[in-house]
C-alpha cells in the first residue's frame, strides 16, 4: 500500500508528486530502495498498485511524442495511453476484470506543468483542484490538501504535509519521502 500525492503549483509552472517508500501487505512493512516516483523523460510519475508496473513504466515505456497543435488532454487519453497499454500487454502485466475487460494500475503523471490521474480502467482524470492523491493513505492526504489549499506554503511543503497526515493516520504509509518536479 502507499500513499502517492500530487500538486500543480500556484503559478501553473511545474508538478510536483511525492510518495512514500512502504512496500506493504497485511501486516508486513518493506522500505524499499525502488522508488515509487521516478521521471521517464519529460514525464514525472508516482504509482501504486504493483511495483512491475512501476518498473515497467520506469524501464520499458516509451512515452510518445505529442503531435504539433494537439491538445494534451487528447494526447494522454489517446497516445499515451495506447503506449501504456501496449507496454502493459508486451511485459505481461495486462490483467482482466471480473466483466473480462483489461485492467492495469493506478498511478499519477505529470506533464507540460499539468497533473494527470491514470486509474486502473486506463481512464485519464484531471482535477479542477489541482492536487490529487492516491493509494491507502489517499484520503487522508486529499483532506489535508483540502485544508491547507488557501494557504501560502509551498506546492512542495503542500505535498509534504499531505505525506505526513498519510503516514501519521495510516500504518501502510511509510517514510522516507522522494520528490520529484516537473
Not at 515509487?36 to 512501476?54: A, H, P, Q, W
Not at 503506449?83 to 476484470?97: H, S
Not at 490521474?117 to 484531471?126: H, L, M, N
Not at 492516491?134 to 506554503?153: D, E, K, P, R, V
Amino acid at each position: 500500500m502507499t500513499c502517492i500525492v500530487g500538486i500543480v503549483d500556484k503559478d501553473h509552472k511545474k508538478v510536483i508528486i511525492g510518495g512514500d517508500s512502504a512496500a506493504s501487505s497485511d501486516v508486513s512493512i518493506t522500505l524499499r530502495i525502488d522508488s515509487k516516483v521516478f521521471s521517464n523523460g519529460d514525464f514525472i510519475f508516482g504509482c501504486t498498485s504493483s511495483y512491475r508496473m512501476l518498473q515497467l513504466l520506469r524501464y520499458s515505456f516509451k512515452p510518445p511524442k505529442i503531435k504539433k497543435n494537439k491538445d494534451i488532454f487528447e494526447y494522454m487519453c489517446t497516445d499515451f495511453i495506447e503506449e501504456v497499454r501496449n507496454c502493459f500487454t508486451k511485459g505481461g502485466y495486462i490483467q482482466k476484470n471480473d466483466g473480462g475487460d483489461d485492467s492495469g494500475g493506478n498511478f499519477l503523471v505529470g506533464y507540460k506543468n499539468r497533473l494527470f490521474y491514470i486509474g486502473d480502467d486506463f481512464q485519464v482524470g484531471e482535477s479542477l483542484d489541482f492536487f490529487e492523491a492516491i493509494g491507502c493513505g489517499a484520503n487522508f492526504a486529499l483532506g489535508s490538501l483540502y485544508a491547507i489549499q488557501g494557504s501560502t506554503h509551498s506546492a512542495k511543503a503542500k505535498v509534504l504535509i499531505a505525506l505526513g497526515a498519510a503516514e501519521y493516520y495510516n500504518g501502510n504509509v511509510k517514510a522516507p519521502f522522494i520528490f520529484l518536479e516537473t
